[in-house]
């Protein structure tokens, strides 16, 4: 555990090709179900101080308590996903910390030095943020708020891993809306 986040709570893997890696991943590795977005609805989306629209398919499934989430960008808006991407990586390239106390972890990790390369929300209280990477290159920090529906999809999504027996290996992603 981190003293300055607590908990890894998910892995983030940039893939070229989504649906390879979820067959990959359910298949070879045995985890799943996994629940898939075309297109997450991020809102207020900035990158290095710059709004921008960008199209992103993300999988989640969970191995045990850490959630594994599959990334594919599928436009050219800026992103530390299409830098990771451009620099000729895929695979991990993030970890991410949850909070229900957004605003004062954002606070405190700021003060501590930490700064915000790339932000967004995803449904009410859904707030993340991913850190720069300037002094240490490779994988980056995230920071994501889960008080609001983010957070009960998480538990939906740990929940159906549990006992998992391969069958149905991809499912819609639950509408936020919903939860």
Known sequence: MSRFFGEIRQAGYVVRDIEAAMDYWSRVL?????????????????????SYEVHNSVALANSGPLQVELIQTRNDAPSMYRDFLQAGNTGLQHNAYWTTNFDADLARLTAAGFKVAMSGEVGKNGRFVYFDTEDHPGTVVELSEIAGPKGKMFDMIRDASIGWDGSDPVRPFPQLSTL
């Open 30 to 50: 045995g985890v799943g179900p996994w629940f898939y977005n075309e297109r997450v609805p991020i809102e207020n989306y900035v990158y290095r101080g710059k």
